[in-house]
């Protein structure tokens, strides 16, 4: 499926958790460090499809992003979930509106499109506006398979602590998922055959909403994909220190990560 592409990528806009790194007050050595792979700012990849470019969740760094990065087109954008540091960003879609002349879709489940449309209740008022707003078109998206820009996207139900959901994205033999406690049975059956699986992997210590990097390496164990990448990495986590003791194929991503995709075989 990614082989029509002459190009693809997965380029990792954020890698951080909520409060990013360094976190804002803290002098710890993470938060010191002068690695730029400790900088972190909130999670988001950006999926470079040939000329298609797909977007994974619009932090509130989304701006800085987007002009770090270069990014000068979105033709569609998926949500994980409606938590502030997924979706704060999303106003900053109207420049790309005025430059494509077009609404963009943004695919999400229903509770998360209710936040969605709750927080930012300006961009689904149909009343005259004389200020500018985010042109959207909301598509609904469950457990199965859906199209976005002739690409097939599994999206992928993951637990987000004891009550709470989230979705990860498996798009032919590449799979994202970030903020997730635990992945039932019927999800990781889904994430078998993968030569790209990013991970969250908060810290060391246990926490109620988010796997640690031993929870997700024994995830890597168990569905063996040719790469892993850990993501949604906070300011308790040295990327160097942690990464020299991480299996060959496991790697800690770092902002400005981009790893090309397409050449496995696709599910």
């Given at each position: 499926?990614l082989e029509q592409f002459e ?42 499809l040939g000329d298609k470019r ?214």
């Open positions: 499926m190009h693809a990528s997965i380029l990792v806009l954020g890698s951080g958790t909520s409060v990013g790194v360094p976190m804002i007050g803290c002098r710890c050595k993470v938060c010191t460090s002068s690695d730029p792979r400790d900088s972190r700012l909130r999670p988001s990849v950006l999926l470079r797909i977007l994974i969740d619009t932090s509130p760094d989304f701006r800085y992003q987007a002009l770090r990065y270069g990014i000068d087109r979105i033709d569609a954008i998926l949500f994980t979930h409606s938590h502030a540091d997924h979706i704060l960003g999303l106003d900053d879609v109207r420049p790309f509106n005025f430059l494509q002349r077009r609404d963009i879709p943004i695919y999400t489940s229903e509770p998360s499109l209710e936040v969605i449309q709750r927080t930012f209740h300006y961009v689904f008022d149909n009343s005259p506006s004389e200020s500018s707003r985010p042109r959207l078109r909301p598509i609904v998206f469950g457990d199965e398979p859906i199209e976005v820009e002739g690409v097939t996207i599994q999206p992928i139900r993951v637990n987000h602590g004891a009550t709470g959901t989230a979705y990860g994205f498996r798009f032919g033999d590449c799979a994202y998922l970030t903020d997730h406690s635990d992945i039932p049975a019927e999800s990781q059956e889904k994430l078998t055959g993968l030569d790209v699986l990013f991970l969250d992997a908060l810290r060391h210590n246990p926490h109620p909403t988010h796997s640690t990097v031993e929870e997700s390496l024994r995830t890597v164990e168990k569905l063996n994909p040719g790469r892993a990448f850990f993501t949604h990495i906070s300011h308790d986590l040295l990327h160097a220190a942690v990464e020299s003791r991480l299996p060959a194929k496991v790697r800690v991503a770092y902002d400005g990560l981009e790893i090309p995709i397409g050449w496995g075989d696709c599910a």
